[in-house]
């Protein structure tokens, strides 16, 4: 089970921390990373961490900004959101998965889902 909490609303060029807590998990053995949902629009990969190899993907347009980090002994995974823009406003998930991290940009198999926190980003 994924706990995700940190959204709320921000101005543009302003910043925000997202927390996801795992629980009922071998945290430190999963990928983990987040995704967001715009309005109207399908759900995307955002960033992701690996477990064994630590390789971190960022999406294109956020790569500078956001930071994705995980405390194992807390089992939690951050996402540190700085100059955030309206194009960022979405609901973001944090996401778990169990597969090696060659499989790290496949949602299908994030088996663990939180329940979503909305950012909205004013301009």
């Known amino acids: 089970q994924l706990q995700a909490s940190g959204g709320g609303l921000v101005q543009a060029g302003g910043s925000l921390r997202l927390s996801c807590v795992a629980s009922?998990?071998?945290?430190?053995?999963?990928?983990l990373g987040w995704f967001r949902q715009a309005p109207g629009k399908g759900r995307e990969l955002v960033t992701a961490l690996g477990w064994r190899s630590g390789k971190r993907y960022y999406k294109d347009s956020v790569n500078g900004r956001f930071t994705i980090s995980r405390d194992n002994a807390k089992n939690t995974v951050y996402l540190q959101m700085n100059s955030l823009e309206p194009e960022d406003t979405a609901v973001y998930y944090c996401?778990?998965?169990?597969?090696?991290?060659?499989?790290?940009?496949?949602?299908?198999?994030?088996?663990?889902w939180g329940q979503g926190t909305l950012v909205t980003v004013s301009s």
């Open positions: 009922g998990l071998r945290f430190s053995l999963y990928a």
């Open positions: 996401a778990a998965s169990g597969y090696s991290d060659e499989y790290l940009y496949d949602e299908d198999k994030y088996s663990y």
